[in-house]
């Protein structure tokens, strides 16, 4: 609830109020009330037991990803393989065509991040505003993913130097749509987490939910693609694949839009009201107003002005420290005289915004530049892993081209299974813990690929569970990290921030994979293929994981010694009592 001061009709525009001594009774009985009625709101805004997260709530949440984790499945470890091996293309090109997608995405995922947090859809917002974006990322993916596993038609006619650039240009413009509605689906689709929630634990039991799911559609198109190859002739990958890929494509399609539908069903938006303009609120603890007058200045109908022992001038303000009010943390007092007066007020660090805030303040906090290279180091884990690893298993140690298949299911079974244990090691330690014990996990897991040996390759269904459940736990804590500062923060703005975080995602993905296919062997036969895997793929991979464990030592080292400097001064500190904020704005003026 917000008490504006009133502006005097009586004097020029813009003057300000300042209650009068005589009135002072008066007004406090008014700010009794005041109080009364904030207590009330408070008492009915508290939330019961009907508003926990049921079991059909979560289930429904947490497969409207599944299309998505389909496409992602599929694009990350086949792709590669179906252009370079299937397709014929070479290697350079595939590092464009990637790269070209990429970077499309990570620019679409902002744009669509901010979008989604401020414009609806005139037919689909009655749905509510992340579900209608979400729909209309589904509708683009229809169209344009059944072209995605298919040989390139325009290809056929063209010959010579011609082919490689028609290819690309084919290809190219395809993964370009694709990945916008991938981005509307992705970004509607986290935004609605902080909706749904209910306590802090729901994060991470959705999050946990919503990984399971995207693992079992992993092992769903693992499993598919095992069965197709399994049918097809020959031991090794070649054009005569063309068709297990486009029955691949096609079967996903049609899985992904029917659990789609039962998610349209099954959640409920909650309607949030945004404002246009962007304010910082929180509990106000006091307020104070230097109103600037000298001691030579009268204005008796305006303020009272009292001379104290420091030489200073005080003005009385009726106001209860008790009472909880709403103030703008951008704001200015302007007298009669055109005075601009600074507001200072003192809030309470760790309370919860009860307004949105702007974006551009969201790059102001070094917990957003954390989460969101944690994120970013996850997801190169993850992706690389799931695009490079089918190329590992036939290049660098020479299986069957089944092996593409039910080698990543494994890796699939045992992500599952350490999602459970990353809830557990997050419920007890906390999630700081949790990314730690699978940061190092994932670590060991890709060095020992780099040692493994060709004559003792079976060794490498170990490796391949300790990859998955380190991946695996990895992902999961970096989203429940982001999932709680963004609940903690500010929820309006919140597929902002996933749009920022996948932008980097995106963009570092795709140039790591056109680094990597630009200097794979070139030879015919490619017999230097098997080592070149060897060496880049533990190497990328490896070095995220523990550039992503530094980063969050290192912050949680500055985060315990701020907090062993903050209990040891009297005055309260900035980050852990109060904030002391002086701003500006004189369009609005609350107390």
Same mark, same amino acid.
């Given at each position: 609830m917000a008490l504006r001061l009133d502006v005097d009709s009586s004097q020029d525009a813009q003057g300000i109020q300042i209650i009068p001594y005589q009135e002072k009774d008066k007004r406090i009985q008014e700010y009794d009330q005041a109080e009364e009625v904030i207590q009330n709101?408070?008492?009915?805004?508290?939330?019961?037991?009907?508003?926990?997260?049921?079991?059909?709530?979560?289930?429904c949440f947490s497969i409207g990803h599944i299309q998505n984790d389909l496409q992602a499945y599929a694009a990350f470890s086949y792709l590669l393989v179906f252009w370079t091996k299937v397709i014929g293309l070479s290697n350079s090109s595939t590092g464009i065509i990637f790269l070209v997608a990429q970077v499309t995405d990570g620019i679409l995922s902002p744009a669509i991040g901010y979008a989604c947090d401020r414009y609806d859809f005139p037919l689909l917002s009655r749905f509510g505003k992340r579900k209608?974006?979400?729909?209309?990322?589904?509708?683009?993916?229809?169209?344009?993913?059944?072209?995605?596993?298919?040989?390139?038609?325009?290809?056929?006619?063209?010959?010579?130097?011609?082919?490689?650039?028609?290819?690309i240009t084919y290809y190219s413009m395809i993964v370009i749509a694709i990945h916008f509605g991938f981005a509307a689906v992705q970004i509607s689709h986290l935004a609605l987490l902080p909706d749904i929630a209910k306590k802090p634990n729901d994060f991470v039991r959705?999050?946990?939910?919503?990984?399971?799911?995207?693992?079992?559609?992993?092992?769903?198109?693992?499993?598919?693609?095992?069965?197709?190859?399994?049918?097809?002739?020959g031991e090794k990958l070649s054009s005569k694949q063309w068709k297990e890929f486009m029955y691949l494509g096609f079967i996903i399609i049609a899985v992904g839009f029917s659990f789609t539908v039962v998610?349209?069903?099954?959640?409920?938006?909650?309607?949030?009201?945004?404002?246009?303009?962007?304010?910082?609120?929180?509990?106000?603890?006091?307020?104070?107003?230097?109103?600037?007058?000298r001691e030579d200045e009268t204005n008796?109908?305006?303020?009272?002005?009292?001379?104290?022992? &420091?030489?200073?001038?005080?003005?009385?303000?009726?106001?209860?420290?008790?009472?909880?009010?709403?103030?703008?943390?951008?704001?200015?007092?302007?007298?009669? &005289?055109?005075k601009n007066t600074p507001q200072r007020t003192i809030a309470d660090a760790d309370s919860t915004p009860?307004?949105?805030?702007?974006?551009?303040?969201?790059?102001?906090?070094?917990?957003?530049?954390?989460?969101?290279?944690?994120?970013?180091c996850s997801r190169v884990v993850v992706n690389i892993s799931n695009s490079y690893f089918p190329l590992y298993l036939v290049d660098a140690l020479g299986f069957e081209k089944e092996a593409i298949a039910y080698f990543p299911l494994l890796v699939l079974i045992s992500s599952a299974l350490f999602s459970i244990v990353a809830r557990k090691i997050s419920s007890r330690w906390g999630t700081k813990v949790a990314y730690s014990v699978a940061a190092l996990m994932a670590i060991t897991a890709f060095l020992w690929l780099h040692l493994q040996p060709i004559d003792s390759k079976n060794a490498i269904y170990g490796?391949?569970?300790?990859?998955?459940?380190?991946?695996?736990?990895?992902?999961?804590?970096?989203?429940?990290?982001t999932s709680v500062m963004i609940n903690r923060v500010d929820k309006a703005t919140g597929a902002f921030v996933y749009g920022v975080m996948g932008f980097t995602d995106k963009v570092v993905n795709g140039a790591i994979v056109a680094v990597i296919q630009n200097y794979y062997p070139r030879a015919q036969g490619c017999s230097g293929c098997g080592e070149y895997i060897r060496v880049a793929f533990p190497l990328v991979t490896g070095s995220s994981a523990l550039l992503s464990l530094v980063a969050l030592l290192v912050h949680h080292w500055k985060s315990s010694h701020r907090k062993v400097d903050d209990s040891k001064t009297k005055a309260p500190s900035i980050d852990n009592q109060i904030s002391v904020i002086e701003a500006q704005n004189s369009n609005d003026t609350r107390l």
């Open positions: 709101e408070e008492k009915f805004s508290k939330p019961d037991a009907v508003t926990r997260l049921t079991a059909k709530q979560r289930f209608a974006w979400h729909m209309f990322g589904t509708i683009v993916l229809l169209i344009f993913s059944p072209f995605l596993f298919v040989r390139c038609l325009l290809c056929e006619v063209t010959s010579g130097d011609n082919y490689e650039t028609v290819a959705l999050n946990s939910s919503r990984t399971t799911w995207t693992f079992i559609s992993g092992m769903f198109v693992y499993a598919v693609t095992w069965l197709l190859l399994g049918e097809s002739s998610f349209y069903i099954g959640v409920n938006e909650n309607r949030i009201k945004n404002s246009k303009g962007s304010t910082r609120t929180a509990k106000v603890k006091e307020s104070r107003c230097n109103i600037g007058y008796p109908s305006k303020v009272e002005v009292k001379n104290e022992t &420091d030489d200073t001038q005080a003005t009385e303000v009726i106001a209860r420290n008790d009472v909880k009010e709403v103030a703008d943390f951008n704001q200015d007092l302007i007298n009669n &005289d055109n009860i307004g949105n805030i702007k974006i551009t303040n969201w790059f102001k906090t070094s917990e957003f530049y954390m989460v969101a290279f944690i994120y970013m490796t391949s569970m300790l990859m998955g459940g380190g991946a695996s736990m990895m992902l999961i804590t970096a989203l429940t990290m």
